[in-house]
């Protein structure tokens, strides 16, 4: 268990309302990352952080914010979700300083937006 | 840019079959990273094998190995004597190799494994 949690694990919304997904990890990793995944395109990353207050933009971040005011939790905001923005996303961690590479993810959250 | 092509879709076999999954990635960078990861039908992404460019032979555990041969850049993945327990959608990934910077992971779009009895 990679001490990683996501909130909410489902949840439906309206078109227009803004949304936000948790990330909370206990690990105390530098990085942390938002995927979406979605059937024929696999995982896309959205944004990223490199510590507390760095983040980055990933390949799909338009429509999507981030923030990153402490260690352990990473939010991932949509501030007017569109249908578009339906899928399931991930929140996964590393710590590259340690030479891990690889990621863990969290459990996944199911968007839907009506 | 980076990409991983996961030209498999969808692939069924019975138990007991051995099924291979292909992976070729596309990266300028001379150091990078291949991973394989596994999706069960619960949902969660479990992390199953990293090698590292500089690294070319091939891995064994248990029933699962892995080729990389970057002559062909492909890192395939082979599942020996399959279970009804190895039915998952299956993830290539690439990341490169920068020291200091995100593991920002590129993943193919998956191969779905169904195993039957």
């Known amino acids: 268990d990679a001490g990683i949690t996501q909130s909410p694990r489902h949840k439906v919304t309206e078109t227009g309302t803004p949304v936000t997904l948790r990330c909370h990890q206990t690990e105390n990793h530098r990085y942390m990352y938002w995927y979406r995944q979605d059937p024929g395109h696999g995982l896309r990353l959205i944004h990223y952080?490199?510590?507390?207050?760095?983040?980055d933009k990933g390949e799909v971040s338009d429509g999507y914010s981030v923030s990153r005011s402490k260690t352990e939790d990473f939010l991932l905001t949509l501030e007017s979700a569109t249908s578009s923005q339906t899928s399931v996303y991930f929140c996964a961690i590393s710590d590259r300083d340690r030479g891990y590479e690889k990621l863990f993810f969290g459990s996944g959250t199911q968007l839907s937006v009506l | 840019a980076q990409k991983v092509t996961q030209a498999q879709t969808e692939i069924s076999v019975v138990e007991k079959e051995d099924v291979t999954l292909d992976c070729v990635y596309e990266t300028r960078d001379t150091t990078y990273y291949l991973f394989w990861y596994k999706q069960p039908p619960s949902g969660e992404l479990v992390f199953l094998i990293r090698?590292?460019?500089?690294?070319?032979q091939n891995e064994i555990s248990g029933r699962y190995s892995w080729n990389f041969q970057k002559s062909t850049s492909s890192f395939n993945f082979t599942i020996t004597a399959s279970q009804v327990v190895d039915s998952a959608v299956y993830f290539c990934?690439?990341?490169?190799?920068?020291?200091?910077?995100?593991?920002?992971?590129?993943f193919g779009t998956g191969t779905r494994l169904q195993v039957t009895l």
């Open positions: 990934a690439l990341s490169t190799l920068n020291t200091g910077t995100a593991s920002k992971l590129t």
């Open positions: 090698r590292n460019s500089f690294d070319e």
């Open positions: 952080s490199y510590g507390v207050k760095d983040t």
